[in-house]
């Protein structure tokens, strides 16, 4: 099951790494990047839930970085383009991959411990259930160093035009009110 949603969860990764990069070195790039990966991947669980969500949006496709670009101010002539980045590469079908509701849902989790803990054990019952069970420790209770790595990518107040479109979907989804979103 999760190689079927593996492209997305990649794309989305990528996304959010570009957009809100590390704060260091390559350590705190890998660092950035676990964490990242963590929360798109319970996102995108939680988006698709079923093999047969997961095998429809990868025939139909989840509708590209256009958007996002847009709301984070990274669509300049150059980037405007679907198939070119934020980095003005042209080496970006990845790109189209990018699922703006699971980017959305991902960055809430990352910027809210309670909500990514809710989103979490809301996995325990579903199709993506492993055989070893996935702790998503990272997402769920980052530690300083996590922290010190993904400063941009965990900050609310940068995340929340990203996070903000989405939100309210990943509420009803998890069955919670307003009341658990920092």
């Known amino acids: 099951m999760l190689a079927d949603l593996s492209p997305l969860i990649a794309a989305a990764t990528g996304w959010l790494t570009r ?19 963590q929360a798109v991947t319970v996102a995108a669980w ?4 079923t093999a047969m969500d ?22 300049t002539p150059d980037t405007a ?7 003005g590469s042209e080496d970006d079908a990845w790109r189209t991959w990018v699922d703006e509701a699971v980017v959305s849902w991902a960055a809430s989790l990352l910027t809210d411990e309670r909500l990514a ?18 702790e998503f420790g990272r997402l769920r209770s980052p530690d300083e160093g996590d922290r010190r790595a ?32 920092a």
């Open 54 to 75: 997961a095998a429809l949006v990868a025939m139909a496709g989840p509708g590209g970085a256009a958007r996002l670009d847009w709301i984070v101010g990274a669509d």
């Open 81 to 87: 383009d679907t198939t070119r980045s934020v980095d």
């Open 19 to 37: 957009a809100y990069p590390a704060c260091g070195g390559a350590l705190a790039s890998a660092l950035c990047e676990a964490q990242a990966r």
């Open 150 to 181: 993904a400063a941009l990518l965990r900050h609310p107040d940068l995340l929340d035009p990203v996070a903000s479109l989405h939100r309210e979907e990943l509420l009803g989804r998890l069955g919670t009110g307003q009341t658990l979103v």
């Open 117 to 134: 803990g809710l989103a979490v054990s809301a996995l325990a019952d579903g199709e993506h259930t492993t055989a070893a069970p996935v």
């Open 46 to 49: 939680l988006r698709y839930p």
